[in-house]
């Protein structure tokens, strides 16, 4: 019953999603604990450093802060694991860590992100218009350097892509589809994929992007796909913005 999470295919499409177990009080849960809590938590830390270093006068590590990012994005796995993997007595397989079929990974992949980067120029030529951008440049977040750009390709490029990939579609995207309908739940979990990311220019961007990965997670059966797409998205906006500011500097 339970594939190996690295198995990957070439043969035929994928089964349809697995009917899953978990219930509407699991997922209510699961989104408070996953989302309002931890983004909850990192404000609060935020918060905290910040009077620690009113008080001290010292200043507040920029890679602490990357630390902080990556804790809560590491916390967003851990509803997943506690009303799904560990309460039903499931494999890591019933959130979509399980192999796919690469050719046709690939090709979904290359036509989402077609209309993820079309969508995101339009967007961007829109706020253009209002001199706002989608969001702000969050590289300076995690320090100067190439030290700075290896804890965000970390963060963003590699532990972000797999917790929320399995938290917004392995976990959220199966379950609401059980209770209502496919469109309804690909809408859902991917508003709540774009409010979780709090910058409000950032929302029809991010609410497109959570649409196609769900797009992508159905038609493999497998998060591995969305996940490297993702990293893919993160890490190219991190090289950017790198490259940018060294060129600049």
Not at 107 to 125: D, E, M, R, Y
Not at 150 to 158: F, H, I, P, R, T
Not at 171 to 195: D, E, Q, T, V, W
Request: charged residues 10%; positive net charge.
């Amino acid at each position: 019953m339970e594939q190996p999470m690295n198995q990957v295919t070439s043969g035929a499409a994928p089964e349809p999603l697995a009917h899953v177990p978990w219930t509407r009080r699991d997922m209510f849960w699961a989104t408070v604990l996953g989302v309002v809590g931890v983004l909850g938590l990192l404000v609060l830390m935020f918060l905290a450093l910040q009077v620690f270093q009113l008080i001290t006068g010292t200043a507040m590590s920029s890679h602490l802060t990357g630390v902080l990012v990556l804790v809560a994005e590491l916390g967003m796995l851990l509803p997943v694991w506690a009303l799904g993997v560990r309460k039903y007595r499931l494999p890591w397989s019933s959130v979509g860590f399980q192999g796919f079929n690469v050719l046709r990974a690939f090709g979904l992949a290359c036509l989402l992100l077609l209309v993820s980067f079309t969508f995101n120029a339009i967007w961007a030529v829109f706020l253009g218009l209002f001199a706002l951008r989608a969001q702000p440049d969050v590289l300076p977040l995690f320090g100067g350097g190439i030290a700075g750009l290896s804890q965000a390709l970390l963060v963003g490029g590699l532990v972000a892509p797999v917790a929320e990939e399995a938290f917004f579609r392995g976990y959220l995207f199966a379950g609401l589809r059980k209770y209502m309908g496919r469109a309804a739940a690909i809408a859902l979990s991917a508003a709540l994929f774009a409010l979780a990311h709090v910058w409000p220019t950032s929302w029809p961007p991010i609410f497109v992007l959570g649409v196609l990965f769900a797009l992508l997670y159905e038609q493999t059966a497998s998060i591995w796909p969305a996940v490297i797409v993702h990293g893919f998205i993160n890490t190219l906006a991190f090289l950017a913005s790198y490259l940018l500011s060294t060129l600049a500097g």
